[in-house]
């Protein structure tokens, strides 16, 4: 059984940092992508970013695009999603995302909810003054 646990949210001011940790079950990483998510109140989850397992490629959404960098660390089990200069937009709860099927994002699909089967519990992000 897969499984996802999320940590490192919390309140930040705009213009803040925060890193986010994904700690998965033992080879998940070596075998599958793992995407992060997130979701505002009254708002669809929406993908932030991807990282391969094949090859380390690493997508992202495009308003993250040089504030957000996503790594792994294989010997710890764990993702990190590490977010810069903040803004109150960012405030939603945060998800790590994994299924059994791909090693590799894709960018026609990676951002697709109905890929993932397995899912942490999230980890709240809140950017405000």
């Known amino acids: 059984q897969v499984q996802l646990v999320e940590s490192g949210g919390g309140l930040v001011q705009p213009g803040g940092s925060l890193r986010l940790s994904c700690r998965t079950s033992?080879?998940?990483?070596?075998?599958?992508?793992i995407g992060w998510f997130r979701q505002a109140p009254g708002k669809e989850r929406e993908a932030v970013s991807c990282?391969?397992?094949?090859?380390?490629?690493?997508l992202y959404k495009e308003s993250v695009k040089g504030r957000f960098i996503a790594s792994r660390d294989d010997a710890e089990n764990t993702v990190y999603l590490q977010m810069n200069s903040l803004k109150p937009e960012d405030t939603a709860v945060y998800y790590c995302?994994?299924?059994?099927?791909?090693?590799?994002?894709?960018?026609?699909?990676?951002?697709?909810?109905?890929?993932?089967?397995?899912w942490g519990q999230g980890t709240q992000v809140t950017v405000s003054s």
């Open positions: 995302a994994t299924d059994e099927t791909r090693a590799k994002c894709y960018s026609d699909d990676y951002d697709s909810v109905t890929r993932y089967d397995y």
């Open positions: 033992p080879f998940v990483l070596d075998y599958y992508a």
């Open positions: 990282i391969s397992a094949s090859d380390g490629d690493i």
